[in-house]
């Protein structure tokens, strides 16, 4: 039995108190290591809980009551283990259970049940839902881990279920958003709980008869070649990718394949893609949100198909900068955007925008024109 302090109090520690204490604070991860109190990750920061640390007995002793025969061996002979375990509040977290240092660490990540709306994440509305309202094209969210590229193609689906009747899939590793059937209905496929791999995943995708499709990270030739099949056979489809703006979204894809094969993925880029969103998570000045998105988008036009076709990626810039009316916005804009609402300060749009420069000449620009300092 583990036994620790809470409030006062001394309780009988489990993962069910631990996972619960995670959802009452709104944490999207729980972590539990030898010698530290458990910890959990709040608005992307690490924060202890106040409980003492637990042994690495302790730990193997919460996380086993959870685990079947199954799993216990593939820990034990593996060191590592994936599961999905629910409250009784129907609150869901994908397990993790591995071994460092010959030590038991888990790490809990909460499956939100709230799909916020685009208003509410303060992302670019207009652009979004037009996005969302195609039936065929490839759409991909960029970014590093952490920047809510995950959150994003959730609320889209979330927009297409709540508008459109049709069949939505998702491969996930691991599902970090539940879809509850509302206009449309939602397949969930877990990769480690409802299907081996990613591989076999994609392999039987199509055969699923989906509309609207979620492959997770484009992470190699084939997930890249499935997302776009999918795109060009009639289907709309999400992906993500780590790229830090579209041009280099598109060099991270050509990477996959040897020179001579580029120019033919240059033509199914150009034909499939519906667009490309970046973003960066920006330290909020508002009361409702510890953070909001700085978002650079590419809408894919006739300009944009060509300069793909062409392998002229570096005039993307420039298009992007002048598509205001095709919806697309660049990343100085957007902070100089963010900055004027007082969403964000001054020293956040430094401190986060790509091209610092280019951004204090945007405020500053700003600036002149509403009169607040003079030429």
């Given at each position: 039995?583990?036994e ?20 009452q ?109 195609l ?38 590793d ?62 709309l ?70 300069l ?49 420069d ?16 003079g030429?």
């Amino acid at each position: 039995m583990v036994e620790a302090d809470i409030g006062g109090k001394t309780v009988q520690l489990t993962m069910e108190r631990l996972c619960g204490m995670a959802t009452q604070y709104k944490a999207s991860d729980l972590h539990l290591k030898d010698g530290m109190p458990p910890t959990l990750r709040i608005d992307g920061n690490v924060k202890a809980t106040s409980i003492r640390p637990l042994t690495d007995e302790e730990i193997r002793e919460l996380v086993v009551v959870i685990m079947d025969e199954r799993l216990r061996t593939e820990y034990e002979s593996g060191g590592n283990v994936d599961f999905a375990y629910s409250l009784p509040s129907g609150d869901r977290f994908r397990v993790n259970v591995f071994r460092q240092r010959g030590r038991t660490s888990v790490a809990a990540r909460r499956v939100i049940r709230h799909i916020p709306a685009f208003e509410e994440l303060h992302l670019p509305s207009e652009t979004l839902t037009k996005l969302c309202l195609l039936h065929q094209g490839l759409i991909i969210l960029c970014g590093q881990s952490g920047c809510g590229k995950s959150t994003s193609i959730a609320s889209c689906l979330d927009y297409i279920n709540r508008n459109r009747a049709c069949h939505i899939v998702t491969i996930e590793d691991p599902i970090e958003f539940l879809h509850e059937d509302k206009k449309a209905f939602v397949s969930q496929r877990e990769v480690g709980t409802d299907v081996t791999s990613m591989e076999r995943a994609l392999k039987y995708l199509m055969r699923e008869d989906p509309d609207v499709v979620l492959i997770g990270e484009m992470r190699d030739r084939d997930t890249f070649e499935a997302a776009i099949q999918a795109a060009e056979t009639g289907h709309l489809v999400f992906a993500t990718l780590h790229a830090s703006s579209p041009a280099s979204a598109i060099g991270r894809i050509l990477d996959l394949y040897p020179d001579d094969m580029q120019n033919a993925v240059r033509q199914n880029i150009a034909f499939n893609l519906a667009g490309i969103v970046c973003q960066i998570l920006v330290p909020s000045s508002l009361e409702d949100a510890k953070r909001v998105p700085a978002v650079e988008m590419l809408v894919a036009t006739g300009m944009v198909r060509k300069l793909i076709r062409d392998a002229e990626d570096e005039k993307i810039d420039d298009v992007i900068r002048g598509g205001r009316v095709e919806g697309m916005i660049d990343f100085t804009s957007c902070f100089a955007e963010l900055v004027g609402k007082g969403w964000i300060t001054h020293q956040a749009a430094y401190e986060y925008a790509p091209n610092q420069d280019a951004v204090r000449m945007s405020l500053k620009g700003i600036a002149i024109k509403q009169g607040i300092i003079g030429t």
